[in-house]
């Protein structure tokens, strides 16, 4: 089979596809057919040996996945043959096959498509924790939500579960289309951060009071700025820093004002720690992709796909995602969902 595999940690464009031996299921595991992968910041870290973990070399890249299920280890009883299934999984999506543990996998609703699913699982079920969890964000009705690189897929997610949960969201974006569709998204106030200074406008929008709770994948003076407009008592939650700055938190800010910094890493529930705590949190993962499923089902979440690309053009669509030119998901497509849209290999 064709895979996008890491011989050594380097940068994404330098990467190649080759052939790959197909991977058998072993106990607990699934195999399926992949039909769509997920494309984010996240996998140029992981493939150059930046991300909080490393995989073993070699490897195949990609870990935001869909696909139709072929074969069911020992041990599996959530999954049969011909199952529509998506996931956040170690690594292995880059490719026509792949297998993952069944605990990482989850059945997708009828009316879902793979390459919505490769959101839902991933940059949803982000979004979803840091705005939910009690212990991160917890956003009650009433609460202004300041949410940064908005028309990104973590950034779109939140704009969207954001009303859902009741908050007056401010969204911050580059472009007048960018804002356009953060204002389609539910977005009650957006700010084109190319054109004005948005802790002003944050604070001239809150009559002088700040914002209860920021979201932040993009770090930075992002970062340090979203402290500056603020209410007391606020949280603002890093999960991840698009900019390529990781800021140097002023706990002098923190003190005066009681903010709360509450960091997520939702690769940990799923496994990405040297202890696997996969299984420990599988009840809290299952509930927290069943809550966004329901949303889905009940039209409240739309996933939008910016671009679709073949697996021959990864390079093509990380490099889409870097540029911060993608507004919405971008997906490779293979095998039938390929054919299906015509996108080629």
């Known amino acids: 089979m ?15 596809i080759r052939e790959w031996p197909s991977p058998e299921a072993g106990p607990r595991q699934v195999k399926f057919r992949t039909q769509a992968i997920g494309v984010s910041f996240a996998e140029s870290l992981l493939v150059s040996g930046q991300y909080q973990r490393r995989p073993p070399l070699p490897f195949v890249a990609g870990f935001e996945v869909a696909g139709i299920v072929t074969e069911c280890g020992e041990g599996v009883t959530r999954f049969r043959p011909g199952d529509r299934v998506c996931g956040l999984i170690d690594w292995g999506a880059m490719a026509e096959e792949a297998v993952a543990l069944e605990v990482s996998l989850h059945k997708m609703p009828d009316a879902m498509s793979f390459g919505e699913a490769t959101a839902i699982a991933s940059s949803y079920a982000t979004s979803a924790a840091a705005l939910t969890w009690p212990h991160l964000l917890n956003v009650q009705a009433g609460d ?35 804002i356009a569709l953060t204002q389609a998204r539910g977005a009650d106030h957006s700010i084109n951060y190319r054109e ?135 997906v490779l497509a293979v095998n039938e969902e390929a054919e299906r849209l015509g996108v080629g290999a």
């Open 144 to 178: 202004w939500l300041l949410v940064h690189g908005a028309t990104g897929g973590v950034g779109m997610a939140a704009v969207e579960m954001g009303k859902i949960l009741g908050a007056k969201v401010i969204a911050t974006a580059g472009s007048p289309e960018k």
């Open 196 to 330: 004005q200074d948005f802790r002003d406008a944050v604070l001239e929008i809150t009559d002088g009071r700040g914002v209860d709770k920021v979201y932040d994948p993009v770090g930075g003076d992002v970062f340090m700025q979203s402290l500056r407009c603020m209410a007391p008592e606020g949280r603002i939650c890093p999960i991840g820093f698009a900019s390529g700055t990781f800021p140097q938190i002023p706990a002098n800010i923190l003190l005066v004002k009681n903010l709360t910094v509450c960091g997520l890493n939702l690769g940990y529930y799923f496994g990405w720690s040297p202890d696997d705590k996969r299984y420990e949190y599988e009840g809290l993962t299952r509930g927290l992709v069943g809550q966004v499923f329901d949303w889905y089902e009940a039209g409240h979440l739309a996933p939008p796909i910016d671009k679709v690309f073949p697996l021959s053009q990864f390079r093509e669509a990380l490099g889409r995602v870097l540029a911060r030119e993608s507004i919405g998901r971008v």
């Open 2 to 16: 064709r895979a996008v595999v890491v011989e050594e940690f380097k940068p994404y464009d330098q990467h190649e």
